[in-house]
């Protein structure tokens, strides 16, 4: 990764995770996450590997990158890269489809004008919170036009979709304690293997992974508050500092401390200053 001196992560207000970050060089090593990140570039060249090829954004270009699949970060020419990105979670865009499997953007990159729209709506004002009625409106943009770009999806039955949100109520309910599929089982009602094949077409992760994203996810909170990366291994149920510091790694391609160091406010290297370009139809 470049020099921390360079690189930057602004987040907006409010409860939707939202960033606009600028980095150089090799930004983030290979990771993945349980939810869709879905942004512009502002400036420069974005570039990662996403399915076994690079790819390559350029300014006004939209980037969708689905739940649970590998990819980096990096400048593709050399110098700065900005961006935003919007990360929504599967369980978001399951309550607009009604329980269609989620839609997935092959290449990574999409050019759809709806998109662009939905997106718009989303990223364009990093001063305040959005309400909730402009999430859940972008939100049902963003979910009709990514189902429009890849042909739709197939139905998962009632029954199925009921255990698998059973299931991730009884996950985030037990994020400190140790369980397997069988207790899964136990606790929907329904075959674990068929459970854990649902709840990854409606969530975008296996159950474990979602598991480890909730502690990770409570981790950086704390991290934020000012607690050391071994108290947050240790209050979120990691075996120690090392084994949290890997995954952490994994999920957002920065190790815990680069990740606290790039998260310090931007002042005016944010947008505010240095403008923003429109977002447009790749």
Known sequence: M???????????PGGVDRIEACFTGA?????RHDTYAIGVTLAGVQSFDYRGEARH???????????????????????????RTAYIRPADIQEVLGGRTLPFIAGGLSSDPGLAEAVEALL??????????????????????????????????????????????????????????ADLERATGHDRWQLSRDFRAMFGASPYRYLI???LEKARGLLLDGRSGAQAAADCGFADQSHFG????????????????????????SSRAAGRRPIQAA
């Open 2 to 12: 470049a020099a921390v001196a360079e690189n930057w992560v602004r987040r907006a």
């Open 27 to 31: 930004a983030f090593a290979p990771h």
């Open 57 to 83: 954004s350029l300014p006004g270009q939209l980037i969708v990158l689905h739940p649970d699949e590998l990819h980096d970060g990096r400048a593709g020419d050399g110098a700065a890269f900005r961006y």
């Open 124 to 181: 364009a004002d990093y001063d305040r919170p959005l309400t909730l009625l402009e999430y859940q409106d972008a939100l049902a943009g963003i979910a009709a036009a990514l189902e429009a770009a890849c042909g739709g999806g197939s139905v998962i039955r009632r029954a199925n979709r009921e255990a698998a949100r059973a299931a991730r109520d009884y996950i985030e309910a037990c994020l400190d304690e140790t369980f397997s599929l």
């Open 213 to 215: 994203l909730r502690r």
């Open 246 to 269: 890997r995954l952490f790694r994994k999920t957002w391609g920065l190790t815990p401390n680069a990740w606290l160091k790039a998260m310090q406010p931007a002042h005016d290297r």
